[in-house]
Every structure is written in structure tokens, then in C-alpha cells.
């Protein structure tokens, strides 16, 4: 389905990002995985993308730091050539009730959240522009849409994805790119381990369970895929009904 394209995905060696790198790769596509942590930690995601028969190669970057992003997409294009699919995937938490919550925190989450798929969007605007074709999905979450006690950072900075979202979908629509969100509920990871055995919540949730990381890479597998050529500017949620 995405056979000879290269995707860029952001905090891609855990998590949902991982489990999207691995669908894409199963799908095809030639992975670049961008991620803080260190090529060497890195390694052993990109080993097992790898084993897809793909190329997959593992970039150490802050994606808060305007200047590595500008450095790593350059590595990225002149490594692959072109980019055609690009997840902002990369996000952290400092949670707290925004009276005790410290502006150190309340900056780091939207430095990382928003500015970080701003950033990354910037790189690659240019390139998918002059090919006139490409893919750019952002993860949201339901945070971003109805709030959530205590995360007022991170609520912020979902919620700022999405206007996002539609003003870069806005502006390169005419250009053959595709801009859109995903919006994701409480999804089994490490992120939301505290949670997963809460069953109060798990009620709360009209499916009455957590959804899968494998749920999530399918649902951005299609908007990577032709199949949504004519899809842009949404924000798609995948929550079990949480948002109804």
C-alpha cells in the first residue's frame, strides 16, 4: 500500500509511534524514525522495522529544538532522497492542577506537543510542496477536544494541533498534500500505564476498554494511503466513543 514511499515519524521507537513505523514498514514504506532518545537505544526498533525488508535509519532529536530539526530533516532528505508521509507523533505529559502546575512545565509539553510538529512541518512543507504530493497526520487526542482536569498543558497543546492541523491542510490542499489529526482516547501504552487497570474509567468509556497501539497505525495507515487522497483537514477520532 505505501510500497516505495519514505515516511518520517517522530518519537517512533515506542508507543503508537512504533507500532505506526512497523505497520507503514509491513506496508512498504521506508522508514525514518525520529526520537530523543540515542541511535544506540534507538537501535533495536529500527532492527526490527528493519526486518519488514524495508530501510529504516534512527534519528537522535529534540524536536523542541528548532535547529536539530532543521538539521535532522536535511540528514533525513538527503538519506532518502524525498519524504512523502510525515507523523508528528512525538509528545510527553507534566501533569498537574494548573494552580500548582509550574511554567516550566506548561512550556515544556507545548515545546514538545506543538512547536515540535510545527517545526517539523516547517522542514518539510517546501519538499512536499514542489512535489505536489504528500501526507502530513498529527497526533491530537480527545485532551485536545473537550479538555481534561489537570492537563492543562497538555490539553493546550492537543488542542493547538488541531488548528494546526487545519491551516496547514488549508494551505497546501491545492498542492496535492494531505493534513489531518488523529485524536486518540486512553490507548494501552506506557504513557497511560497508572490508568489501565482503573475499572471506574474503563466504565466510562462506551467500548469498556482501552484501545490498541495496532488500533491507532491502522487508522493512520489509511490517511497515509491513497485511500484518503480526497481527506484533508479532519480530525479523526479513535476512542472507543469517549467523545461522543
Known sequence: MLKGKTAVITGGTQGIGFEIAKTFAANGANIA???????????????EISAAGVKCCAYQCNVADSAQ????CGQILADFGSV???????????????????EADFDAVVNVNLKGAFYMIKQFYRPMMKQRSGKIINISSVSGLFGNAGQANYSASKA??????KTTAKELA??????????PGFIATSMTTAFQENETLKQSIPMKRFGKPEEVAQL????????SDYITGEVIRIDGGMAM
Open 33 to 47: 524514525i525520529v526520537d530523543i532518545c540515542p541511535a544506540e537505544k534507538a537501535a533495536p526498533a529500527a532492527q
Open 84 to 102: 512523502d508521509i510525515l507523523v508528528n507523533n512525538a509528545g510527553i505529559t507534566r501533569d498537574n492542577l494548573i494552580l500548582k502546575m509550574s
Open 174 to 183: 491545492a498542492r496535492g498534500v494531505q493534513v489531518n489529526a488523529i485524536a
Open 160 to 165: 493547538g494541533i488541531i488548528g494546526l492541523t
Open 69 to 72: 530539526v532543521a538539521e535532522v
Open 220 to 227: 493512520a495507515l489509511f490517511l497515509a494511503s491513497p485511500m
